[in-house]
């Protein structure tokens, strides 16, 4: 089981954290999502459980990091220099092995969104 959580409101160029609590951390990546209104879902970020390589969209790249906490059976995804094209409801979701990618085709256990809005 996925949730998702930390999302809210925040002015452009602020910072949130987003945390996805995964019952049990098998040997699959961890992947982040986002879908906006009247936009196709997309991948954001992905943390590979074979070598810890991680993924990431090329609009995020330098904002965004993805880690894991393997103690605590959490993902997290830290959001920095939030933009306004960022607003969207971000999912996590369990990739369907343990290599990684931001496809969602690769992806088969999706979690409940949290909803990040960035103000302008």
């Known amino acids: 089981q996925l949730q998702a959580s930390g999302g809210g409101l925040v002015q452009a160029g602020g910072s949130l954290r987003l945390s996805c609590a995964v019952s049990a951390f098998d040997d699959y990546a961890i992947g982040w999502f986002r879908q906006a209104p009247g936009k196709e879902r997309e991948g954001v970020a992905c943390i590979s459980t074979y070598d810890g390589t991680t993924y990431y969209a090329d609009s995020v790249k330098g904002r965004f990091t993805i880690s894991r906490d393997n103690a605590k059976n959490t993902v997290y995804l830290q959001m920095n220099s939030l933009k306004p094209e960022d607003t969207a409801v971000y999912y996590c979701?369990?990739?369907?092995?343990?290599?990684?990618?931001?496809?969602?085709?690769?992806?088969?256990?999706w979690g409940q969104g949290t909803q990040v809005t960035v103000s302008s």
């Open positions: 979701a369990v990739g369907n092995d343990p290599y990684g990618s931001i496809r969602s085709g690769d992806f088969g256990s």
